[in-house]
């Protein structure tokens, strides 16, 4: 609880004590360093394939402590990456040569505050929700790897062209995004909800407050698509804190800090002018029998299993649920299992592993310093991987078996093997990205 309460103190701390290199009020700020990790929030593996894997990493660092004007949003070569672990001979290896994982044109800076990463489904563009400006940026991603955002130069800064949902003349309805973003979700609409062929893509931001932003492609004179805010709608209950896409029922569910329930979210595409769809509440799902089924901080879908796993603090545990099964009381989730994890959890990602890919579900639990590993099959806790810090999101690269995960407390990214699963050994810690700076020192 200490630990917590030193983060949510920390960036009230650096706007009112001003040490020379530390802050300045009286201008724009300190410049980012390049090519630096720096309070890493989010993470999302690139659909462009490159030998054995996943071509890029993409992370947002969210610059939580503001001790710099901007954040920014990097692609790490993960072929490269995976070549220097090859040689690790006595792991965890530590390459604190962060730079040469980020080619030049890698690297774009943003606000502050990223509540998330979302690639596009062709593979073009990442959207990047800020809570500093209560805004929707977009980034164009190169077959090369290379990030644009409308600077020119390096360091690359993004334009205001592309921050999207700031201004109500930017659409016909006069909306603009609400605050506090929490999460973002990127989808293929035809493929989603139905829409007509080449209808493009659809981007939903989550709000604290329990209002959801909807996005959609707009294309511009140069055949470049923007997203365009078309819908704010609300309802959702305060606390809304993570999103993801049903493929079984064609539904976007949603789960919440504040509330018992996980909401489903539809979206109605209009066919004669795509500019008046809109989001809507098609109901909730609620979390009954537990103490007391709260403080929900993410939830996963494995479609094939068409199965849910909650992150839930209230009780500190895995919710997993049966998103087939129908229950006696109408609008409840069908709760299969329960398993217990560590303090503070916050991610969960399943991953498929080794020759009969059996699948492991993974929890990062942010207090506990911990990633907890859980047998998908037998629905029971299989192992637990320590001395993380501070892991939050996490990406699970199947193809190399390995698993990224942010370590937010001291600006790293960890790299777990999972490879020893097959053979019935617990996961480790094969590598760290970056220079680790604690807090403290960065105080």
């Not at 409308?150 to 909306?175: A, I, K, V």
């Not at 049966?322 to 109408?330: H, K, Q």
């Not at 037998?378 to 993380?388: A, D, K, N, W």
């Amino acid at each position: 609880m200490k630990m917590r309460q030193t983060y949510l103190n920390l960036a009230g701390f650096c706007l009112l004590i001003c040490s020379g290199l530390a802050c300045d009020l009286s201008n724009n700020g300190i410049n980012p360093p390049q090519k630096k990790l720096n309070f890493p929030t989010a993470v999302a593996l690139s659909s462009q394939q490159c030998g054995e894997g996943p071509c890029w990493l993409f992370v947002a660092n969210s610059n939580f402590d503001l001790r710099y004007n901007h954040g920014s949003v990097q692609s790490i070569d993960l072929t490269l990456l995976a070549e220097r672990l090859q040689s690790c001979d006595a792991p965890p290896c530590v390459y604190e040569d962060y730079e040469n994982f980020l080619p030049d044109g890698h690297e774009v800076f943003l606000g502050s505050f990223a509540a998330g990463i979302a690639q596009s489904p062709e593979g073009e563009r990442l959207f990047v929700p800020l809570s500093s400006d209560s805004s929707l940026n977009y980034i164009r991603v190169a077959s090369d790897g290379s990030l644009d955002c409308g600077g020119r130069g390096l360091p690359h800064y993004c334009s205001s062209e592309f921050s999207r949902g700031r201004s109500s003349s930017d659409n016909p309805r006069g909306e603009v995004m609400p605050r506090n973003p929490v999460a973002v979700l990127s989808g293929d609409l035809t493929e989603a909800f139905d829409a007509p062929p080449a209808a493009g893509s659809y981007v939903l931001v989550g709000h604290g407050n329990g209002e959801v932003s909807l996005f959609l492609d707009q294309t511009q004179q140069d055949g470049l698509l923007v997203p365009t805010l078309v819908d704010v709608v609300s309802g959702f209950g305060n606390g809304l804190s993570s999103l993801r896409y049903d493929a079984y029922n064609r539904t976007v569910l949603a789960t919440n800090r504040l509330l018992a329930q996980v909401q489903k979210i539809g979206i109605a595409w209009d066919a004669n002018s795509a500019e008046r769809s809109f989001a809507y509440g098609s109901g909730s799902l609620s979390i009954e029998d537990l103490d007391d089924g709260a403080d929900n901080r993410d939830i996963w879908i494995d479609a094939p299993s068409k199965k849910a796993y909650i992150v839930a603090r209230r009780p500190k545990a895995l919710l997993i649920a049966d998103l087939e099964r129908s229950t006696v009381s109408a609008g409840k989730l069908a709760l299969s299992n329960v398993i217990g994890v560590g303090n503070g959890p916050s991610r969960v990602r399943i991953a498929h592993v080794g020759p009969e890919s059996a699948a492991y579900v993974f929890v990062s639990c942010f207090d506990a310093s911990a990633l907890y590993v859980i047998d998908a099959e037998l629905e029971r806790l299989r192992t637990i991987v320590s001395g993380l810090s501070g892991p939050f999101d996490i990406a699970v690269d199947e193809a190399r078996e390995l698993l990224y995960v942010t370590d937010f407390t001291s600006s790293v990214i960890r790299v777990v093997d999972l490879s020893p699963l097959a053979d019935g050994q617990s996961p480790k810690l094969l590598g760290v990205l970056g220079e680790a700076r604690t807090v403290k020192e960065l105080l």
